[in-house]
């Protein structure tokens, strides 16, 4: 971890569905511009601790800090509603199924927000789809409704959808996992360029290879808790511990099968 | 079949069709208001509001159309509530469409995929902002082949208020039926009126539907 005050910061994070405790007292640091991969097993709760990082599935327990900006405060239903939109323009998030919105055009996706929340005229709005839509190489496509986008374009404008609301930081919750395979390297190129741009990123994946080459870190989590973190190089060479090398091994062996 | 009285009666079936037409139309309007609120009463985040809207749609699915018609026209009055028949006849048929409406709103905005919501919150939209410019939208789409479903039901239930003597299609076919003692050529046009309605009311929702499909 870097010396100075960490950009996102998750204290003591616990979540229960009933008696089922699906993160058990998380604590993690993510410094401005850097970018963190968190892996594990399905069921492990590395979705929740992303989902709770923008309060979509609000914690039980703990707290979660952007800056000096605590988001999950606990506040009378008005005000915690004007607070969370506040605070989730600085946090985009791309999903596993990309939740376009299917009854508007790709311009119309992107600049959907800007527009409602930032009150940006016609001229603006276009200029920031140009602009967004550009980054992830889909400006041919900007008339285009989803319903003739392939996966993978879909999901480059999803991106696009986030980045036009200038997040401070950007949460990916399995981005690739329900693309085929020939799709998933257009995607990777463009969450690659966010990470040369520093954007601050936390990526829930399956694919380690992607987190091998483009993280700072790597978070191991299973049941709950976080088992073990480093660099990538140390966790995927040289893992400490017995569940994080199982979880691997069995990992590479179905994704060379 | 007496064609020679099928063409004296004629025009006043017309009329009468054109009665029932005003009281599908009314009652299709007041039905859709009802329904709206209904259905936001059902998805409320508040507990009174939801409980409401539950009890609406138990107590108007629950009882025979024809009792709440009768209840509003024939027991209004004792409680200082006077209305004319077509008037009755509107807002109980509304109410009662109403409460299917419900349902029929509710369903569609329940259908939309979770993830819509989710992504529209998590670019910084309020509840309200989610609902109008990414639930609803896609929500009133399909929205209209059941609510067709619902106006159907509804054009054949004006029938009802026949009951407490609206000059309407049946009305009409009963009235003449006491003077000419032939069921079978009234009813016939009766019917055949009815049918014409629907089945240009049928054609306007296709169109319709057709129209907001997302391409």
Redesign the interface.
Known sequence: MTEQKPFVDIRNAQKSYGSLEVLKDISLQVARGEIVAIIGPSGSGKSTLLRAI?D?DPLTGGEVWLEDTQVNRKLP?RQY?KHI??V??D???V?Q?F?????LSVRENVT??PK??KGLSEDEAEALAREQLDKVGLIDRIDY?P??LSGGQKQRV?IA??LA?KPKVMLFDEATSALDPELVEEVNLVMKKLAEEHMTMIIVTHEMGFAETVCDRVIFMDKGVVVEEGPPSKIFRNPDNARTQNFLRKHLANANR | MDFDLILRVYPFFIEAAWVTVQLAVLTTLLGLACGTLGAMARLS?LRIFRMIGAVYVSVFRGTPALIQLFILYFGGPQIGLQLDAFTAGVIGLGVNIGAYMTETMRGAIIAI?K??A??????????Y?TMR??IL??AA?LMIRPLGVNINALIKGTALVAAISVVELTYTAQRFIGSTYKPFEMFMISGALYMVIIYATGRGITWLDRKVR??
């Open positions: 923008n979509l239903h509603e939109n506040q989730r323009q946090i985009g998030m999903f199924h939740n376009l919105f299917p009854h959907l927000a409602l929340l409704y319903s003739r999803a959808r986030a609301m | 985040r995929d993830g819509q989710e992504a529209a919150r998590t670019v910084g939209l309020s509840r902002q410019y990414v939208p896609q789409r997302i391409v």
